[in-house]
């Protein structure tokens, strides 16, 4: 399985659903996290966890998969934020799967429309959106943007991703959200977790 997340814009949560859904995949068999983006998000992750433990699968950039693929059975490949539809069209041809992650908002929600016209024109069905830092209720922003999305016709995910601090601390220590000291880390596991059952189907 070769699961990749992408956007228009960044901040949406890319990074922390490909160390998330790397860390599902790896309970299934060996995985590898490619960082495809300059900034190195994922690689700065996984070198800050070190200390802690570090993470239980390999974070490497695009010019050190090819050596580290052997053996490899699932990959999640972190993209950077980017418009270009040459790019686009690369990532969607590289891939079994393309999360588009996004916040609730409607500059997310705007890039995500984009997005989404730039995958029709690929001529692309695999792909899914995923509603991310979704506050509780009684705020509504997450299930409006549901319903809008649900009404324009985009694939959506069943399950959503909360808002949670401990996800912040997690980026920051270097682990997986599981391994936070937090009241809400493990509920924050779980919504991941039951991304990775809707794409690996149980
Ligand atoms: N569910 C969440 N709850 C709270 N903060 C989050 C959540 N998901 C991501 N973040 C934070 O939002 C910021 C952007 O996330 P990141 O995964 O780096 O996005 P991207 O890769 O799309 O730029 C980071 O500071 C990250 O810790
Ligand atoms: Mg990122």
């Given at each position: 399985m070769i699961i990749t997340t992408a956007s228009l814009?960044?901040?949406?949560?890319?990074?922390?659903?490909?160390?998330?859904?790397?860390?599902?995949?790896?309970?299934?068999?060996?995985?590898?996290?490619?960082?495809?983006?300059?900034?190195?998000?994922?690689?700065?992750w996984a070198e800050r966890g070190l200390e802690n433990g570090g993470l239980p699968f390999k974070v490497v950039g695009v010019n050190q998969a090819a050596k580290y693929s052997r053996g490899i059975e699932h990959f999640v490949i972190d993209t950077e934020a980017s418009a270009e539809e040459e790019e686009m069209k690369e990532i969607v041809d590289g891939c079994d799967f393309l999360i588009l992650p996004t916040t609730p908002d409607s500059l997310s929600l705007d890039a995500l429309i984009q997005t989404v016209e730039l995958l029709k024109s690929l001529k692309t069905e695999k792909y899914c959106v995923l509603l991310t830092r979704i506050h509780p209720s009684p705020r509504r922003e997450g299930e409006e943007a549901r319903e809008f999305l649900e009404q324009?016709?985009?694939?959506?995910?069943?399950?959503?991703?909360?808002?949670?601090?401990?996800?912040?601390?997690?980026?920051?220590?270097?682990?997986?959200?599981?391994?936070?000291?937090?009241?809400?880390?493990?509920?924050a596991w779980k919504d991941y977790f039951e991304i990775g059952k809707e794409i690996c189907g149980g």
């Open positions: 814009k960044g901040g949406v949560a890319k990074t922390t659903t490909a160390i998330h859904l790397a860390a599902f995949l790896q309970l299934k068999g060996e995985t590898l996290l490619i960082d495809g983006d300059t900034n190195r998000s994922a690689t700065r324009s016709g985009f694939p959506i995910f069943k399950g959503k991703i909360r808002e949670a601090v401990a996800f912040q601390k997690a980026a920051n220590q270097g682990i997986l959200v599981e391994q936070v000291k937090d009241s809400k880390a493990k509920l």
